[in-house]
């Protein structure tokens, strides 16, 4: 199984800041690499496939990167709906594995 | 609009069962591997069973493999996941979610891009 860690767990930034989050793989996934958001009381959203191809609505703030092991979701101009929860997937190998996700909040 | 309407959760003993069905609407169904996602209370989300269009494909995490089965009839454009012998640790909201697909940069790459609201789950006795 393919344990993906995401970090940190907490990211603290202040609004209108950027924030950058962190998902790495435990063996290489290539780019079957997908970034979900979260909101509390809400089913996940697709944000990003491809590692690095924002899905269609999300914004251009919205940006990711990485190929293999190492990925990261940038969020720049940072507005008061993007403090909530972040999850990486992979599904480059069975079974599809999420990592523990990462909470943005306001600092 | 695509819609994804998950029902047939609740409260359940340890070693009991429960069926959970997924409507879908707004796209054609029978087009789209689905699957099933859960998310135990304050947790992070857990994949659960994929399916393909024809149900010729079919995966489980190693955690219900043997326990719950994954169906769908193309014709009522339904999902579903049976739930058998249940227990505590099955406490979870269950998504059902349809398996987009997507080409970009030269390759084709997957997302689960619609999501049903989620059904409750409750093992306890």
């Known amino acids: 199984e393919i344990v993906m860690t995401q970090s940190p767990a907490t990211l603290s930034v202040s609004p209108g800041e950027r924030a950058t989050l962190s998902c790495r793989a435990s063996r290489s996934v290539t780019s079957n690499l997908v970034w979900y958001q979260q909101r509390p009381g809400q089913a996940p959203r697709l944000l990003i496939y491809?590692?690095?191809t924002r899905a269609t609505g999300i914004p251009a703030r919205f940006s990711a990167s990485g190929s293999g092991t190492e990925f990261t979701l940038t969020i720049r101009s940072l507005q008061s709906e993007d403090f909530t929860v972040y999850y990486c997937q992979q599904y480059n190998n069975w079974p599809i594995t999420f990592g523990q996700g990462t909470r943005l909040e306001i600092k | 609009e695509v819609q994804l309407v998950d029902s047939g959760g609740g409260l359940v003993k340890p070693g009991g069962s429960l069926r959970l069905s997924c409507a879908a609407s707004?796209?054609?169904?029978?087009?789209?591997?689905m699957c099933w996602v859960r998310q135990a209370p304050g947790k992070g989300l857990e994949w659960v069973s994929t399916i393909s269009t024809t149900s010729t494909y079919i995966y489980y995490a190693d955690s219900v493999k043997g326990r719950f089965t994954i169906s769908r009839d193309n014709a009522k454009n339904s999902l579903y996941l049976q739930l058998n012998s249940l227990r505590a640790e099955d406490t979870a909201v269950y998504f059902c979610a349809r398996e987009g697909e997507f080409y970009a940069s030269g390759n084709y790459y997957k997302g689960l891009d619609y999501w049903g609201q989620g059904t409750l789950v409750t093992v306890s006795s």
């Open positions: 707004g796209f054609t169904f029978s087009t789209y591997n």
């Open positions: 491809g590692a690095s």
